[in-house]
Every structure is written in structure tokens, then in C-alpha cells.
């Protein structure tokens, strides 16, 4: 064959597979996709989704709504999202954008320069009921102030706010875009801290906007004009060891930005998708677009999700969850159910032993711990919890009760559940018990089983006792390794013989 026909040859293989590597290198970087469902010749902008990932809201202009810029929900099924909804019961007649689901489900956040407020723009929350919003109430004025307050931003815990603020230039009767900096403020005793302009390498006065707080608490991504991206918004990271610590470690997302605009962002709870807003194809209004995921940007954290419900009966509960780092109980944080379908969610990041305790009137509260400090993957957890509610004969088991080896001394880690126990029957003077022990019998052990049992059920009702409970409200009863529950041939069956239970008995 002559140098043409090899040419030839050659130039028609190169065609046939070059698309195909094409493809492999857009499925290496990650594929865009405009959200169609959502888009429209109007602009769609700053979308949030919630952390089950089951409805979105985002702003827009479009036609049928009730101002400037309204605020419209689109919820996920079946691989597609529905067509928008205006959310008639946030929206006023003027400028409401710029949203933020909390991680917990339970709030939403947005901007309006509505009337009443402090300022040009404030910042305003609004709580969900199943799936109904309460009137927005303005943040308030330790926030809000007579500039633009924007874009905000709430930690995992619900306990740091990251915001942007835009001085208003008085002289011109405008704000002064040019000069927007994130700011941030912390919860404390239900109160906010007077916000603080955070310093460089976060600000640098380049149009610096759109803060998003990863779920590792650790991980701050923003937008920003700065030198050195890709476009003219591009996506920014910044690192904390800790929070409340500097930020460092200044990283441009090159993976994602192009040459467009990339702003106004939101990533799905375990960060495999990527929604926002961009003028993609030199088009004038912005679109939303979703990105496949495929580095990691912050550290791995684990998400409960589920619902909270009577057990007897299976209606749900609004519970408060409390989540405490077991070797340090001064650091927690406390999230609630949704009131009207007792939904939950509840993000842990990586490095803690947590205790993870929900509670409602009337019911034992149910205690778990989930050591997550060598855990290398982002996941979602689906948790249902069923509540025992405090009635004669009922019967609950606390799995957070420990013991040393083939001893009945309670390990410290212990104190967690029994203080909560001793609390619960401090406030009902009327409640008695009946304390079961249980172990796994094991042969190699030379301890009586059923003596072991009865000694750390006797335990337990020594700690409440010293906690204030009158001992004439306790019982106690070992029952050594005869109701097993599990098999004692491996670990995971011991485990679960060695219990202690509680049963509430009549009053006298």
C-alpha cells in the first residue's frame, strides 16, 4: 500500500475513534448537562438542593411570579426534575433570590430587598412543615444593616452563617458591586455574633461572593474574579484545620471552571453532583446546569436520614436530635425533625466518635454512637427511629450502656445514656423500672454468667441512684446468657446478647 492509502487508511480510523475519545476524556473530567427541565429564556440563578436531594429551589424572573425575582421549587423524580413551582408564600412583590437549604431540611434562606427591612437587601429565614414554608422573618439587625446583605451560607450544625455585603454608594443612589467581600457570624446562645469581614486569602477585593460551607465543616467554597482562574467567575476553595480557625490553603477548582462564568452554586449532600448557574454558549441569561462529580473537593462526612415516628403506633414525631463528640460532650449541636412527617437529617463530618441521641416528650430517648474517624466515603445513611413512649409495661433496650470485659464496672463512656435516663426519670416521679442484664456466653469466660448479669444490672441502677432516683423506683434482674438475641458463635452476636433493657412498671 502507498504512503496515500496508508494515510487514508489511518485518517479514517482516526475519525471513527475520535469521539470515542472524546467521550472518555468528558467522562474523566466530568459532564455538563443543562437542566431543561428547569431553564428558560429568563434567567435562572443560585439553585440549592436539600440534603435528600429531593427538591431544589432557585430564583428567577420567569413569568408568573410575584415580583422582580421570585423564589421556585422543583422536586426529583424518576431521574428528572418537575416543572418549577412559585413559592407564592416567601415571594414579595420585589427582589427575592439567592437561596440556601440548611443541611437538616428545615430552612431555607434567601436575600429581599423587601419592604421592612434594614437595609437595601437583607438576609431572611423561613421554616418548613412537611411540606409547607412559615412566613420569612428578617435575620435581624446584628446581621442586616442599611447596605446589602447576600448569598447566604449555614454550617452542618446550623451554628456559622457565611454571608456577602454590598455597600451602598450613597453619592451614585447604587450599591457598590465592586467592593463585595463574605462576611461571617457564629451562633452563640441563640444570638449571632457581629459579623466579621473575613481576611485574605478569602477576600481579596475580586468581586469575592457566594460562600458555600462544605459538610466537613471544613472546606469553604466561593466565586470569585480573581486573578489566576479560568473565566470570569470561576469556583475557589479555601481549607480550615478547625472552626474558627484561618483560612489557607487558596485552590482553584480547575476541574470545573472553564472559561464561562461558573456562579451561584450547590452541591447533593455526598458531593457527586454539582448544580449552577452559567451563560454557557455566549447566551445573555444565565442557566442551570448539572455537573458529574469526580475528585473529591471536601473531606468524606456521613448523613442520617429518616424518619422519627411512635413505635407502637408508627405516627411521627417531632424529636430533637443531639449530637455530642463522645470524648468531648461540651461539643455538640442539635437539630429537630420535620413536625408534621418526622423527617430528619443530620450530617456528621469525618474525625469524631459521635453519640447521637433523639428525644421527645412523652418517650425513652434512643442513643447510638458512630466512630467515623478513619472514614474514607461520603454516604447516606437511612435511619428510621422508633420512640418508646413512657407507659406501663413498655419495654426498650439502651445500646449504649458498656462494660469492661468480664466486669461489671461501667466504662465512661457510658455516662452519656445514663445521665439521660436518670434526667427522664428525675422529671417523671411517677415512672419505676425493672433493670435487665444480659450477657454472651462464652465459653473461654471462667465469670459466672448469670451472677455477671445480675452485678451490672445492679450497677446501673447504683449509677441512677447517684444521679438523685430514689431506689425504691428501681428493680433490677440478671438473666445471665439465656435469652440470647444473636449467636454467640460470632462477635456480632455476642455483642448484641450483651444488653441491658428496661422495662416501666406499674405505679404503686
Known sequence: MDHTGKLSKNLFLLILILPLLLQAQAQESGTWRPVDEINTSYNEFSPTISPDGRFMIFSSPRPGGLGDNDLWITWYSNNKWSAPRNMAGLNSPYHDHEPFITYDGNAVLFSSDRDGGYGVGDLYISYRNGSSWQSPVNLGPGINTADSEKMPSLSMDNKELFFCRIPVNYRKRSLDNRRIQIYYSRNAGNQWTRPELQPSPLNQMSMDCAPRIMPDNKTLL?????????????????????PGEDWHGLTNLSFINTADNE??????????????????????????????????????????????????????????????????????????????????????????????????????????????????????????????????????????????????????????????????????????????????????????????????????????????????????????????????????????????????????
Open 222 to 242: 466561593f466565586c470569585s474574579q480573581r486573578k489566576g482562574g479560568k473565566g470570569g467567575y470561576d469556583i475557589w476553595a479555601v481549607k480550615r484545620d478547625k
Open 263 to 508: 456562579s451561584h452554586f450547590t452541591f447533593t449532600i455526598i458531593q457527586d453532583r454539582l448544580y449552577l448557574a452559567s451563560q454557557k454558549g455566549d447566551k445573555n441569561d444565565y442557566d442551570i446546569y448539572e455537573y458529574i462529580v469526580k475528585q473529591r473537593i471536601a473531606d468524606p462526612s456521613i448523613t442520617l436520614q429518616g424518619r422519627i415516628t411512635n413505635i407502637r403506633n408508627g405516627k411521627p414525631l417531632q424529636a430533637s436530635i443531639t449530637i455530642e463528640i463522645v470524648t468531648n460532650t461540651e461539643e455538640k449541636f442539635e437539630i429537630s425533625s420535620d413536625p408534621v412527617t418526622g423527617r430528619y437529617s443530620v450530617t456528621l463530618p469525618k474525625g469524631d466518635n459521635y453519640s447521637i441521641a433523639v428525644e421527645a416528650d412523652g418517650y425513652m430517648f434512643h442513643n447510638e454512637r458512630m466512630d467515623l474517624t478513619r472514614l474514607t466515603n461520603s454516604r447516606i445513611i437511612k435511619k428510621d427511629v422508633g420512640l418508646h413512649p413512657l407507659v406501663t409495661g413498655e419495654k426498650f433496650s439502651l445500646d449504649t450502656i458498656y462494660f469492661d470485659g468480664d466486669s461489671y464496672k461501667l466504662r465512661d463512656d457510658s455516662r452519656i445514656s445514663l445521665d439521660r435516663l436518670g434526667d427522664i426519670l428525675m422529671n417523671n416521679p411517677e415512672i419505676r423500672i425493672m433493670i435487665k442484664g444480659h450477657v454472651a456466653e462464652v465459653r473461654e469466660s471462667k465469670i459466672d454468667s448469670q451472677w455477671l448479669s445480675e452485678q451490672r444490672a445492679d450497677a446501673v441502677k447504683q449509677y441512677l441512684t447517684g444521679h438523685g432516683v430514689s431506689r425504691d423506683r428501681i428493680q433490677t434482674k440478671g438473666f445471665g446468657g439465656s435469652r440470647p438475641i444473636g449467636s454467640n458463635a460470632t462477635e456480632e452476636g455476642r455483642q448484641l446478647n450483651r444488653r441491658t433493657e428496661f422495662e416501666i412498671l406499674p405505679e404503686k
